[in-house]
């Protein structure tokens, strides 16, 4: 009987939990804290009643406090209120039930503590007690930028008040990071008339930081067509500033970009000027975070401001620029485009903008310079007789006359032919059908080995920038023709071959690695007046992580009897002969050296990128070979 009653029991088990296996799973929240279970403390400082202290008590629960200097989410947290008056706090908790609200605590101060906001940046923002102070993104609705060169700026993630204050020094970059030792420092100042694409010129309306009172924040956006009204606080010491129920002014283009508008670092505050950078969140602009620095000015600095009738800037040739390029085309010379950088866009003091050096370091958005597309263009000049030929890349030639200015602008009578160059970009001569001399470049020599023309831009205030480079063209005058050396590639040794952490060609060297014995050239047939030119490709070359990425890299020569030497890792400051060239990859490359005396036999010639072959990944997959030995 017992028996059968376990099997009766044990099967009734069996259902029950077959059955609560059968039901869906019921989730519950947590319990439910009640006002009555709130605990905290707001409580004045006895020595200092300005100085509120906050606490609070609350066991399993996260606190949100509403004070009128802003939220904060501290457990402890202090509040410093400069003047007298009626302030309202109110204390929530967050738990697993939910969020549950105390009532309003009011707080009445009598007295006032204006040390805290006795710090000059406080009365720079706003004015000082008792006042308020307004600002206007400075960029107004004709697209004028008045103190600025334009209202955003982008800089690094670590950037602060202290690195926009160094660079204002005119201290450079890489010494700024070093500095402040930060990884993520860097900087992009673009002029609004140049890059009408950040934001539409417009009246952006003002924000107010007022000390009437209380420190209040309000703001009217009238290009995001809403208003602010909320308080603000100024960390003086650590450069920051928070605002509590409002965004300083910025662009709708960037409006969703931000998380937390009222998190602001202050980069910059004068008088008249202000700096707030707000940080760019990856996932909401699809861009890499960064700060983006909006720029202001007070609102009286703008109604007084008057413009200033400055001529604009022009490019400064050297003295005696007449008479280089007198001589250099002499009678007559052509001028064809660098095989490696061939074009940039330069300022209106003829100072380039991007500076790049090699082909690779052109932009994806550029292309990358492809001598077999413009190649076949040449501009031969004759000073004799002012007479001019162009050649287009297509053969089609053109003949005409010109004249050059005391500023050095070309004005021809025939049109100056229009080619592409570089992807979208094309060569040709500005509105007036111009050319300018932007800058000249010569060797230790004096002689010109290239100058850069420019097209200035009918709308913009800058020059798309033209680097030309003189070859002989018979006649006479002008540089030499240059002689192709002979020579065996195969036997000439790359890599690090004294392991000193340097990428070398040995072409031939009487105390290196093996040349002198199977040389890859005649030594004796190393014979210039002028100048010695290398030309090198690199493909196959991955650098380190963390390593510098480029690398200065010259000529190392020595003649037979060591009456002539020179040594580019003495100008390891990059100076050099100014035949140097920075190395930064994959890519072809031409180092030159101008000795400035005439040269025969080689006893040493390579060529070598410092600190290079220590820093690549692997050195044995590199491939890298010499193009062309030319002497001239």
């Not at 939990?17 to 929240?29: F, G, S, V």
């Not at 000082?128 to 993104?137: F, S």
């Not at 890059?195 to 995001?224: P, Q, R, V």
């Not at 650098?543 to 040594?567: H, K, P």
């Amino acid at each position: 009987m017992k028996r059968y009653r376990m099997k009766n029991v044990f099967g009734l088990l069996v259902l029950l939990l077959a059955i609560a296996a059968c039901k869906p799973e019921q989730y519950q929240l947590g319990n439910i804290i009640s006002k009555e279970d709130l605990k905290y403390s707001i409580t004045q400082n006895s020595a200092d009643p300005n100085e509120i202290f906050l606490e609070s008590m609350t066991d399993g629960a996260n606190p949100l406090w509403i004070t009128p200097m802003g939220r904060s989410t501290r457990v402890q947290d202090t509040v410093r209120l400069p003047f007298a008056g009626e302030y309202m706090f109110v204390y929530g908790a967050t738990s697993a039930g939910g969020f549950v609200q105390a009532d309003t605590f009011k707080l009445t101060l009598t007295t006032n503590n204006l040390s805290y906001v006795d710090d000059p940046l406080w009365t720079m923002l706003s004015g000082g007690v008792d006042n308020e102070k307004e600002w206007l993104l400075d960029l107004d609705e004709n697209g004028v930028s008045k103190f600025f060169a334009g209202p955003l700026y982008f800089y690094g993630t670590e950037d602060s008040w202290e690195s926009v204050a160094l660079l204002a020094t005119g201290m450079g970059r890489d010494e700024v990071n070093a500095t402040l030792g930060i990884s993520d420092g860097w900087n992009w100042n673009p002029d609004w008339p140049g890059n009408t694409w950040l934001m539409d010129a417009g009246d952006y309306g003002s924000m107010t930081f007022s000390l009437k009172g209380n420190a209040i924040y309000s703001a009217e956006h009238k290009m995001l067509a809403r208003t602010d009204n909320g308080t603000y606080f100024l960390d003086a010491d650590g450069k920051k500033l928070s605002i509590t129920d409002g965004s300083p002014l910025h662009d709708s283009n960037r409006d969703g970009h931000v998380v937390k508008w009222g998190d602001l670092k202050l980069m910059s505050l004068t008088e008249n000027t202000m700096q707030l950078a707000a940080l760019r969140d990856e996932t909401l602009s699809g861009e890499g975070p960064c700060l983006l620095v909006y720029n202001y000015i007070s609102r009286e600095y703008s109604d007084n401001w008057v413009p200033e009738d400055l001529p604009d800037p022009e490019p400064e040739l050297p003295e005696g620029w007449e008479e280089d390029i007198s001589q250099t085309v002499n009678t007559t010379i052509q001028w064809k485009l660098s095989d490696q950088n061939p074009l940039d866009w330069a300022n209106l003091d003829g100072s380039m903008m991007n500076g790049w050096q090699t082909p690779a370091d052109y932009p994806d958005w550029l292309g990358t310079p492809d001598p077999s597309v413009y190649g076949g263009f040449s501009m031969t000049l004759n000073s004799a007789d002012g007479s001019v030929e162009f050649v287009t890349p297509d053969g089609t030639t053109s003949n005409g006359t010109y004249s050059i200015d005391e500023k050095g602008i070309y004005s021809f009578d025939i049109t100056v032919p229009t080619f592409q160059l570089i992807g979208w970009a094309n060569f040709g001569p500005d509105a007036n059908n111009q050319l300018r001399i932007l800058q000249i470049e010569k060797d230790l020599s004096g002689n010109v080995t290239g100058m850069w023309l420019g097209a200035k831009d009918a709308v913009k205030p800058e020059y798309m920038a033209y680097h030309l480079i003189p070859q002989a063209a018979g006649g006479g005058g002008g540089e030499p023709e240059g002689t192709e050396l002979a020579f065996d590639a195969t036997k000439i040794l790359v890599g690090d071959l004294e392991n000193n952490g340097n990428f070398r060609f040995e072409i031939y060297n009487e105390y290196g690695s093996g040349t002198k014995d199977n040389p890859p050239l005649d030594p004796a047939s190393v014979v210039f007046e002028n100048r010695l030119e290398v030309t090198f490709t690199l493909s196959g070359i991955a650098f380190n992580e963390g390593t510098a990425g480029s690398y200065l890299c010259g000529i190392q020569y020595a003649n037979s009897d060591w009456s002539v030497q020179y040594w580019t890792d003495s100008w390891s400051d990059g100076s050099g002969s100014g035949g140097e060239v920075m190395v930064t990859g994959d890519g072809t490359y031409t180092v030159t050296f101008d000795p400035g005396a005439s040269v025969s036999n080689a006893l040493v010639f390579v060529v070598d990128m410092l600190g290079m072959g220590a820093d690549i990944t692997d050195i044995e997959a590199v491939t890298a070979t010499i193009d062309k030995v030319v002497v001239y």
